[in-house]
């Protein structure tokens, strides 16, 4: 079995490094976790970026193979692991895994004003908050919910679960965090992934981590 190890951030706030925790749990792999104190910067020490030239959080080492950035990660977890030997993280079939990429590509790299403003450590506060919502955060909003519902069929973006699906109900549930009226449909949606086993790991492992803050 190979050696495989995941540096991840020790707040375990991060929806970069959750995503490809989720993956590797999704896969059924054995995995050591490596906790970075991003706050002490240790991302940015030379032992660290020997590793991982981009300083951030996740990088997934596999042997002597190293990777960073979670969408690249989990493709190349798919394609290293490939189903029916494990299970999938991307459809198989040729547009609805292009669906899939797509939506990745959107929520990793757009709608930064919900990024800044609804930070990714609101999703796992108990306290729900609200901001006031400026005309173009709203209108961002209402685009992020206009793709959603678009591509969403019955239950996930396609008959299967993807992590695609996880990546966008993390970006949806930034803004359940901050008490945003969203449709039954996507409450619904978001609530379903974080329900899946994958996801309650990490959460239970975060709530471990704010003890030792």
Known sequence: MQNIRLYVDKNRISPYAMSVYVALKEKGLDFQEIVVDLDQQQQKSAAYQAICPSAKVPCLIVDNFSLFESWAITEYLEDAFPAPNYPA?????????????????LVKTDFMQIRQQMPSDSVFHLAKMSIPLTAS????IQRLVNVAEYMLEDIWLTEHWSIADFDLAFMLHRLLSHQVKLPVKIIE???????CASVQAWLAEHEK???LI
């Open 89 to 105: 993280l991307y459809p198989k079939e040729i547009y609805a895994r292009a669906k899939c990429r797509a939506i990745q590509a």
């Open 137 to 140: 955060i709203t209108e961002e």
């Open 189 to 195: 949606y978001v609530e379903r992934n974080f329900k």
């Open 209 to 211: 981590a704010k003890t």
